[in-house]
């Protein structure tokens, strides 16, 4: 793996860059077609049964989600599934779509977090699992950043899952540009039980 930022090794050795766009399928066939991205695993619906808390309020927002992957460099398009509250939400509001944020996933995800906030960054958002272990963060950035900043812990079943949907958006016996899944279990189920 490319070490991407080599004096910034707390954030780990991965990223993403990702945008939210209104219509996923209309992303979809943008990335697809125009810029010739080979294919994206996708989850209709990705919130699942993890509690997120945005600005300070739990809410109850879902989206869509696509990866596919430039490089080492993991692609990501989201869509928000309801107008509930979310950063996604607020960023189509406010006239905007496309980038929305850079992802990286730290080895010592809360050791990041808490070296990003001494930097001055503000979490916005945070996403829970069932058993209540925070699992990803976005944060308002600099302006020399100009996008959010999201955090995310390399898990075990990141460690995973992430290598399967690369190697499923550039195998060559797979047909079409979309491979698509109700959710992100449905996915995990298939391919590993």
Not at 54 to 71: H, P, R
Not at 94 to 104: A, D, K
Not at 139 to 155: D, R
């Amino acid at each position: 793996m490319l070490d991407i930022l080599p004096h910034a090794d707390f954030l780990g050795k991965r990223m993403q860059v990702a945008f939210v766009v209104k219509d996923i399928d209309e992303g979809l066939a943008f990335w697809t077609g125009k810029m010739g991205v080979k294919r994206f695993v996708m989850f209709e619906a990705n919130a699942g049964k993890r509690k997120i808390v945005y600005q300070g309020k739990e809410t109850d927002m879902d989206m869509s989600i696509a990866y596919s992957y430039l490089g080492d460099c993991q692609l990501e398009l989201l869509s928000p599934r309801n107008d509930s509250p979310s950063p996604y939400v607020d960023f189509l509001k406010s006239g905007q779509s496309g980038l929305h944020h850079v992802g990286f996933w730290p080895d010592d995800y809360m050791g990041a977090c808490a070296k990003i906030e001494r930097a001055g960054f503000e979490e916005v958002c945070a996403f829970y699992t069932p058993t209540g272990e925070k699992n990803a963060s976005y944060y308002n950035s600099p302006a020399a950043i100009g996008t959010m900043l999201e955090l995310v812990p390399m898990t075990r079943d990141r460690g995973t899952y992430f290598p399967k949907i690369r190697e499923l958006v550039e195998s060559d016996e797979i047909k079409g540009p979309v491979l698509r899944f109700p959710s992100r279990q449905d996915f995990l189920k298939r391919y590993f039980g």
